[in-house]
């Protein structure tokens, strides 16, 4: 059962230390790496990189992020010399949200147009992940062009996915068994989102398009400010979400740990007792 974490970059010296502080937590797991996300435009790419660095210092297999998002193919080019140079093998390569008003995203209009140009530019140096949304992007026309544009991205040289999260497992497994249907063979790794805010999650939900389901809702409302009611809960359908879709032949778990140790290691033990 392979296992990874994402992170974001912190905003100061003293919460990149704590980071790596988090990030060794995790080491009894044996991740498989690390990915830490990037922003468009100037707004993380710095401490993106800064983030790698600290993180491959303490030698663990990072994965980057790269948008399409405000790009330019001599800055790209220069950043996955960088990478290389550090010793990155992984890109987490995607469109990345537009800010609003951007009509121009740059060189590059899609994630497989990243992913082919990250091909041409550095062979197979990279074993890149690319995006996949269960319950369909929030911005795809249909269900239909949706999983053609990630037919597209893994076609132009991805090596596996990674979705956006869900607490519906019944979806990650049909979205499996379609991409299948279309001869898209990578692996597709169930991205997990932890439950240890309410409010926080309805507003990452309500904008990258993941349903959380009525059922759930209403539980977590009803906690209020009752924090450690909601992480209980949070584990216990988490942890389920977890064991269905190992069972339903996931080939890992990739966690959305929001910088934190807990409750991602909490969950990250269960799954190795899980898995086959």
């Avoid at 990189?49 to 790209?76: F, G, M, Q, Y």
């Avoid at 008003?101 to 497989?112: E, H, I, K, V, W």
């Avoid at 249907?181 to 939900?205: H, K, V």
């Amino acid at each position: 059962m392979k296992l990874s974490a994402e992170f974001f970059p912190p905003r100061t010296q003293e919460g990149l230390d704590k980071l790596v502080e988090v990030a060794e937590g995790f080491r009894p797991f044996n991740l498989d790496y690390l990915s830490v996300t990037y922003g468009a435009g100037g707004s993380t790419q710095e401490r993106t990189l800064a983030t790698v660095k600290a993180l491959r210092a303490r030698d663990w297999d990072v994965a980057p992020h790269l948008t399409c998002v405000d790009s330019e193919r001599n800055k790209i080019t220069e950043l996955l010399k960088t990478y290389m140079d550090l010793g990155v093998h992984r890109i987490v390569a995607l469109r990345g949200d537009i800010p609003s008003g951007m009509r121009d995203l740059g060189d590059f209009n899609y994630a497989s147009d990243l992913v082919a140009f990250i091909r041409e530019t550095t062979g197979d140096h990279f074993h890149i992940e690319v995006a996949a949304y269960p319950e369909v992007h929030p911005q795809a026309k249909s269900w239909q062009t949706d999983m053609q544009h990630f037919g597209e991205k893994m076609a132009a040289g991805a090596n596996a996915a990674i979705t956006q999260y869900f607490f519906n497992p019944d979806a990650y497994c049909r979205f499996v068994n379609a991409a299948r249907a279309q001869q898209i063979n990578g692996p597709i790794i169930p991205g997990i989102m932890p439950i240890t805010n309410y409010e926080q999650l309805a507003r990452f939900s309500d904008a990258c398009g993941s349903e959380i389901p009525r059922w759930l809702r209403k539980r977590l409302e009803a906690f209020g400010d009752d924090k450690t009611g909601i992480a209980e809960l949070g584990l216990e359908v988490i942890g389920d979400l977890c064991e269905r879709v190992i069972k339903g032949g996931a080939p890992g778990l990739h966690f959305y740990a929001m910088n934190a140790l807990e409750p991602t290691r909490t969950l990250m033990a269960r799954a190795r007792n899980l898995a086959p």
